[in-house]
Nanobody
Framework: DLVESGGGWVQTGGSLRLSCTAF????????MGWYRQAPGKQREMVAT???????KYRDSVKGRFTISRGGAKNTVYLQMSSLKPDDTAVYYC??????????????????YGRGTLVTVSS
């Protein structure tokens, strides 16, 4: 299971930190990431990080969001700053069993968590 935490409500310009841990036996995970789905829109990639340290962000979050891995195995964080109302969405943690390079934005990972809601008010 992928378990997310850290979502909530914040005003424009505020910050939130999302956390995710993959529980269970050794999955053989090679990369983790964050995706989001806003109301009425398709799920989209936000950021990904491979276990080799390759990081990718979608353009709209570059310079504002930072993805990182925790010291514990299979843990990933998303530090979000300068939040905007357009960032409002359910954020999903994701894990992949094969990714080792920078993926295209339409790349879908193998596993997803249940999601955590982030609401940014104007």
């Amino acid at each position: 299971d992928l378990v997310e935490s850290g979502g909530g409500w914040v005003q424009t310009g505020g910050s939130l930190r999302l956390s995710c841990t993959a529980f269970g036996d050794d999955f053989g995970i090679t990369a983790m990431g964050w995706y989001r789905q806003a109301p009425g829109k398709q799920r989209e990639m936000v950021a990904t990080i491979t276990y080799g340290g390759i990081i990718k962000y979608r353009d709209s979050v570059k310079g504002r969001f930072t993805i990182s891995r925790g010291g514990a195995k299979n843990t990933v964080y998303l530090q979000m700053s300068s939040l905007k109302p357009d960032d409002t969405a359910v954020y999903y943690c994701a894990a992949d069993l094969t990714l080792s390079t920078s993926p295209p934005l339409n790349y879908g990972m193998d596993y997803y968590g249940r999601g955590t809601l982030v609401t940014v008010s104007s």
